[in-house]
């Protein structure tokens, strides 16, 4: 079921509201729910990562009766994997805007939940693990949300923080791919804060709030191979597109020109790293 908010009490009755008041921020930039594809995106996306999310929880290890909390659960696959990872658990999955998972309230173990998880909280120790994809790069202060993170798990928790690194596309080369992954990066950079080169300092930020480092994973992903990524690329380069042209920006020949490379038999590039990290809180010492 959906629930109100349990530190701010928000209701079904002030979502709307709670979404207007994120509106500075993600949700009024290129990759805001509300833009047109913006669902078949975020699946894109979970094709594409949801492989990585899977091994590295496996490695990580997760109790068959963990606590979950999924920050940013964008379409719910991430969701639906923890509540079969943990037959014996259940699965919190929240977001500012839950309209590409909300039917996912109607599944046995998990709760839907508005929430923005740069101003609502969960009482100390609410839950054993904490996932978090494509979240941290898109808030101003990662650091303080991953602060906030965890106060929410219990000692010994688990987190596995994942992000992009887009560092890749500046040796790139091609130099009309160069450019569109590079217009890319400045699009979202100022209609919304993005920092699309956060997964190279995420080990850094996950250490800096006090985790213990359990572990650190690196994926390239090539975009024109015929793989996950080119319906990802396909999807963003087209919203980003949109975006300019809304806001009678040039730059929109140079998404389209990056666009029109991915379906070219002759073409693969490195587009970015798929960066997974994950630590557990520390044990406090007893006595």
């Not at 929410?152 to 987190?159: D, E």
Request: glycine share 12%; net charge negative.
């Amino acid at each position: 079921m959906t629930r109100s908010n349990p530190t701010t009490g928000r209701g079904p009755g002030s979502e709307a509201a709670s979404r207007s008041e994120a509106a500075s921020g993600y949700e009024a930039g290129a990759f805001g729910h509300q833009r047109t594809g913006e669902q078949g995106r975020l699946r894109a996306l979970q094709d594409l990562w949801d492989p990585f999310t899977e091994q590295y929880l496996g490695q990580a290890g997760v109790p068959a009766t963990a606590r979950c909390l999924e920050v940013g659960a964008g379409a719910g696959s991430v969701a639906r994997m923890l509540a079969r990872i943990c037959p014996s658990g259940d699965v919190t999955a929240t977001d500012i805007d839950t309209r590409f998972f909300a039917d996912l309230a109607t599944e046995e173990r998990i709760t839907v939940l508005s929430h923005d998880v740069t101003r609502d909280g969960f009482p100390t120790g609410s839950f054993d693990v904490i996932h978090a994809r494509m979240v941290l790069c898109h808030l101003a202060d990662p650091a303080q949300a991953l602060a906030a993170m965890a106060e929410w798990l219990r000692p010994g928790g688990l987190l596995l923080a994942e992000d992009l690194d887009l560092g890749p596309a500046d040796a790139s080369p091609h130099p009309v791919m160069r450019q569109g992954l590079l217009v890319a990066e400045r699009t979202l950079g100022a209609s919304q804060g993005s920092d699309l080169r956060l997964g190279r300092r995420l080990q850094a930020l996950v250490t800096g709030a006090g985790f213990v480092l359990g572990g650190m994973a690196v994926q390239p992903v090539m975009i024109g191979a015929g793989g996950p990524a080119d319906e990802f690329w396909r999807l963003s380069f087209a919203q980003l597109r949109d975006h300019q042209a809304r806001n009678g920006s040039p730059l929109a020949d140079e998404l389209d020109a990056a666009l029109s490379l991915i379906d070219r038999p002759d073409f693969t590039d490195l587009g970015m790293h798929a960066v997974s990290v994950w630590g557990r809180k520390p044990v406090q010492p007893t006595g």
